[in-house]
Structures are given as C-alpha cells and as structure tokens.
C-alpha cells in the first residue's frame, strides 16, 4: 500500500508564492514518475506537472509553465511544487500522484496512486 501526504497548501495573495509538499511512504512504493494535478468543485481534475523519478526531466501544462516548478528528493520520498505569481484561477485542491513502476512516461495517464489533497486559495 502506497501513501501520498501532502502539505504546504493555504492562502496567499494574488503575486504571491507557496510551496507544496508530498511524502510517499510504504513497502511498496516504486515509481518512475509522479506529478500534481488540481481540481475545483464542478470541474474534472487538472493535469499541473510530471517528473520522472531520479530525473531531472518534467513536464508541464501550458496554464503553469514558467510559474510553477516541479522536484523530487528522492533519498526522502518527497515531491515538491513551487509555485510563483500565483493567480486567483490557481485556486483548488492540488494533489500528488505516482505511477506504479511498470509505466513510464510523462503522460497524463497511469496515475493510480494519490493523495488526499491539499487546498490551496489565492485571494485578496
């Protein structure tokens, strides 16, 4: 059984930052890739950003790049994302995600195992 944490969410002004955390615990946990995605109420969840475990290689939607940046301790278990000049659209529960060690890629797809969420507010 694989566990996601996150941590880090709150609320921030608009311009502002935050950082987002996630632990992954378990036996089991083996991963070639992880990523956050988000989701408001109403609307399906959200690709934000990939990386491929023990790499340096990310990917990221188009609505994030050049504000939010995705990285990993591997050594920790730990996902992070830094997110820069934040925008009230940026508000939503945010979570982490793995793939299970028999897919590889950055893709949207083949992300099994997940967080609870954490939310995150931008607003004045």
């Known amino acids: 059984q694989v566990q996601l944490v996150e941590s880090g969410g709150g609320l921030v002004l608009p311009g502002g930052s935050l950082n987002l955390s996630c632990v992954a615990s378990?036996?089991?946990?083996?991963?070639?890739?992880m990523g956050w995605f988000r989701q408001v109420p109403g609307k399906g969840r959200e690709f934000i950003a990939a990386i491929v475990w023990g790499r340096d290689t990310t990917r990221y939607s188009d609505s994030v790049k050049g504000r939010f940046t995705i990285s990993a301790d591997n050594a920790k278990n730990t996902l992070y994302l830094r997110m820069n000049s934040l925008r009230p659209e940026d508000t939503a529960v945010y979570y982490c995600?793995?793939?299970?060690?028999?897919?590889?890629?950055?893709?949207?797809?083949?992300?099994?195992?997940w967080g609870r969420g954490t939310q995150v507010t931008v607003s004045a």
């Open positions: 995600a793995a793939k299970p060690s028999y897919l590889y890629g950055l893709g949207e797809d083949g992300f099994f195992d």
């Open positions: 378990g036996r089991s946990f083996r991963t070639n890739a």
